[in-house]
T-cell receptor, first 112, second 114 residues
Framework: DQQVKQNSPSLSVQEGRISILNCDYT??????FLWYKKYPAEGPTFLIS?????DKNEDGRFTVFLNKSAKHLSLHIVPSQPGDSAVYFC???????????FGTGTRLTIIP | DGGITQSPKYLFRKEGQNVTLSCEQN?????MYWYRQDPGQGLRLIYY???????QKGDIAEGYSVSREKKESFPLTVTSAQKNPTAFYLC?????????????FGDGTRLSIL
């Protein structure tokens, strides 16, 4: 199984600046990661993914970086906007039973 | 527009009653999932189904039941055996089963006990 940890429960960033959300993982055999974003009282929204054949995947203001040697991935949001205030998840992928496990995520607050 | 519809948005139940939460998708996705979210906790998987007429227990299946008679529908029944049913329930679907498949979520149903 892939264990992914988000070590920061919260992050505050000034509007217009870069937001960087981080995750560390344990299992190098499963280098595939997804990021989700969740607003209160709504379901999560799939944001972006990355696989081990890439070091970087970009979609508009969102870029995910994968550092395989450090077993670390990060999501960059540039420039940060008030609508980016949400909880961000990089869930565990359990390939044995084909399910995702969502932790408590990182709450991003963009300060106007 | 394709998507996932959960109904109702708010649901109230008397103690001892069963209640069924609806989840419908028109994305032609094979796999569907039910999660529960409690304050201060992550999403926890209740049940999931990778194909019609088949489903598996997730991490917290006790007190819940599901059916998958049609591809587009995956209703969740919260039974009276579920001792703490008050929570926010989320349904999701993915094109195929598999942990690496992006899941598309509905807007949730908030269940409260009267």
């Amino acid at each position: 199984d892939q264990q992914v940890k988000q070590n920061s429960p919260s992050l505050s960033v000034q509007e217009g600046r870069i937001s960087i959300l981080n995750c560390d993982y344990t299992n190098s055999m499963f280098d595939y990661f997804l990021w989700y974003k969740k607003y209160p009282a709504e379901g999560p929204t799939f944001l972006i993914s990355i696989s081990s054949i890439k070091d970087k995947n970009e979609d508009g203001r969102f870029t995910v970086f994968l550092n395989k040697s450090a077993k670390h991935l990060s999501l960059h949001i540039v420039p940060s906007q008030p609508g980016d205030s949400a909880v961000y998840f990089c869930p565990n992928l359990n390939f044995g039973n084909e399910k995702l496990t969502f932790g408590t995520g990182t709450r991003l607050t963009i300060i106007p | 527009d394709g998507g996932i519809t959960q109904s109702p948005k708010y649901l109230f139940r008397k103690e001892g009653q069963n209640v069924t939460l609806s989840c419908e998708q028109n994305l032609n996705h094979d796999a569907m999932y039910w999660y529960r979210q409690d304050p201060g906790q992550g999403l926890r998987l209740i049940y999931y189904s990778q194909i019609v007429n088949d489903f598996q227990k997730g991490d917290i299946a006790e007190g819940y039941s599901v059916s998958r008679e049609k591809k587009e529908s995956f209703p969740l029944t919260v039974t009276s055996a579920q001792k703490n049913p008050t929570a926010f329930y989320l349904c999701a679907s993915s094109l195929m089963g598999g942990a690496d498949q992006p899941q598309h979520f509905g807007d949730g149903t908030r269940l409260s006990i009267l």
